[in-house]
């Protein structure tokens, strides 16, 4: 195992620290918990967001910490869900009164630590909901989900739910415009080869040197099938193609693009895939309001990418453009 790392039961703490260190205008670290807040909360007034999960999907989730995004976010462990006391203590830091708003990724360790904590707060007098996201059209249930897995749509979520809190929704309001993105975006990835937890130090699945998997999972969870490596434009066919079966895209409808790399992949592959992504759906007559490439949902080292489309409507479009300003995502 070849990693720049110090102890690997201190990965996620020393993370945390020079991602803190390198962003002190926008992030504060709660002492004692794998938790990043706004270096301004509790905003007053203002619907709070908390999402989170297993570390080694950075920039996710800690990265999009800041205005028109989230204002907590919690660290497990790499490829761990955290537990329900540090999500509480996200969720009581960032109360400022209007309420908070947990987005959380369909697996099952998320799902059930998030309501507990959820649960907790209840208890405190805490207003508190939230929502699951399930984008990934690649396997119905897979080896951490029962039903679809979170995958980079998520951060379609994280973006718009955050716009709508930002300008002043109440708690309802932003659950229903997280949940309209939620029905509105499918993704679904490959993986040209395995990652390395730090404290497995080796691989955590196999494909051989001329192998891809199609609809690999974030954390390694099988997918649909393997299949000898094709080109950029094979690979952009077979994921934008099964994600339109799940979707009704009319001609003349607008989406939103994700081209997301899975770490170990150079932005010039991506932009290959994305031209081809580009000339499928524009040939279906579906027209590309923006598009996103890069980094946003990685897994280690990961190489491979994912594609979401998020089918827009005009206040999907407005609260896309809203502003917004995190160490990873500016708008």
């Known amino acids: ?80 869900s955290p537990t329900p006391d540090p999500i509480y203590e996200a969720v009581k830091a960032v109360d400022g009164g209007a309420g908070v708003l947990l987005i959380v990724k369909n697996y099952t360790g998320d799902v ?11 208890m405190e007098g805490i207003n508190i909901d939230y929502v699951i996201v399930n984008d990934d059209v690649a396997v119905e249930n897979s080896t951490f989900t029962a039903g679809r897995r979170g995958i980079a749509g998520t951060v379609f979520v994280h973006k718009i739910a955050g716009a709508k809190a930002e300008l002043g929704a109440n708690l309802m309001e932003v659950k229903e415009t997280a949940q309209k993105v939620i029905e509105n975006v499918r993704s679904m990835g490959m993986a040209l080869t395995s ?6 130090g080796k691989p955590n699945f196999t494909l051989e040197e001329n192998e891809m ?7 390694g969870e099988p997918g649909t099938h393997k299949e000898n490596i094709q080109t950029a434009n094979e690979v952009a066919e077979q994921l934008v193609n099964k994600i339109l079966e799940d979707m009704c895209l009319n001609k003349g409808v ?5 081209i997301n790399g899975l770490a170990s992949t150079p932005l010039m592959e991506l932009y290959i895939v994305n031209k081809r992504v580009n000339e499928i759906l524009t040939e279906k007559g579906i027209k590309i309001y923006r598009t996103f490439v890069g980094e946003f949902m990685t897994s280690l080292e ?12 005009d206040e999907l479009k407005d609260l896309l453009d809203e502003s917004a300003d995190t160490p990873a995502f500016k708008v």
Do not use: Q, W
């Open 1 to 80: 195992m070849k990693k720049l790392i110090n102890n690997p039961e201190n990965v996620v703490e020393e993370m945390l620290d020079g991602l803190t260190l390198a962003y002190p205008e926008y992030l504060r670290k709660l002492d004692g918990f794998h938790v990043l807040v706004r270096k301004s909360s509790p905003i007053s007034g203002k619907v709070a967001l908390v999402s989170g999960g297993g570390s080694g999907h950075e920039p996710a989730h800690g990265g999009y910490v800041g205005k028109g995004m989230l204002d907590g976010a919690v660290a497990g462990d790499v490829f761990t």
């Open 112 to 122: 059930m630590n998030f309501e507990m904590a959820k649960d907790m707060a209840e």
């Open 195 to 200: 990652c390395i937890v730090p404290a497995a």
């Open 213 to 219: 998997e199609i609809g690999m999972g974030i954390h």
């Open 254 to 258: 607008e989406v939103a693009v994700m």
């Open 302 to 313: 990961m190489a491979g990418c994912s594609v979401s489309i998020l089918k827009l409507d």
